[in-house]
């Protein structure tokens, strides 16, 4: 048996609308999982495709995972139309490059909101939805396989492993850290129900993102590719065996850890100027 076949389960992922949300949605997709996203954005026309490259289910639905109450109607519905949840992956997530001394109220509760607290409500009602059928369930898979029936993976950063000069990030750096903070007593608390709990921290990705700072701050970019021992920035597909690993039975000894893909930036002294 494919151990990192996802046939046949479902997968609940926040910011799939575009970015790195969106690569993870077509790395479950393309493992067989049905596909069910929550965001505040249209999404890309790559993210139905999946539907159709893959034989599999897509829906999306526009939430804002800040309100508890629409996320809550949100993984009934998806709950309702695919029979159940087994995997959730939360990538919503915003930045804004703020230096400390001067960050507003309104980018620690933006911040905060959708990287922690919209983290924590979908986590919260997916693993209900979760235990829900594991209480339904007559027999688990027996000792000596993965007897977990789902898997919560949050998204990190790096900017929680190390900091960079080129910028100020200290808020959304502190909401990460809150979200990674959720990863071992998660762990501890539903290993009973035969949930795994772990995060995905990526270093600087080729995004949207990343490719619009290319052209407004070029040398911010250029400092990325620098930190990293590869001198360049990675690629979402880089991110693959790493997110299939967390969502299936390859990893099912696996929980409670962090797993920092970052192409080695945080393994190195960076030098104490990158001047030219
Ligand atoms: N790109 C990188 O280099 C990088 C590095 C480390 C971590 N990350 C993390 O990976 C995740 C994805 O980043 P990205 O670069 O693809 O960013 P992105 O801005 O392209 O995607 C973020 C997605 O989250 C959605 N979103 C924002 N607020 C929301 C809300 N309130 N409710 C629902 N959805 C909301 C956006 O609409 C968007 O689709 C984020 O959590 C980010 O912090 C990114």
Redesign the pocket.
Known sequence: MDQFSLKGQTAVL??A?????LAFAQILGEAGANIAV????QPEEALYKIGTDHNVKVSYQK????NRQAVNQAIETIEKEFGAIHINVN?????TDEPFLTTSDSNIERTFG??FT?SFLVAQACANSMVRRRKQMDSVPPIGHDTSIGNIVF?G??ATHISTTVQNISCYAASKAAVRGLVKPLAMELAQYGIRVNSLS????M????RGLQVKQPELVSQFEKETLFKRIGYPDELKGAMLFLCSRASGWYTGQDLLVDGGASSWKHPASFAA
């Open positions: 926040t910011g609308a575009r970015g790195l949300g929550l965001d505040v954005i939430v804002d995972v800040t990538a919503a997530g915003v930045v959708v990287n919209g998204i950063s790096i990526p270093g600087y990705m995004t949207d993102m990343m």
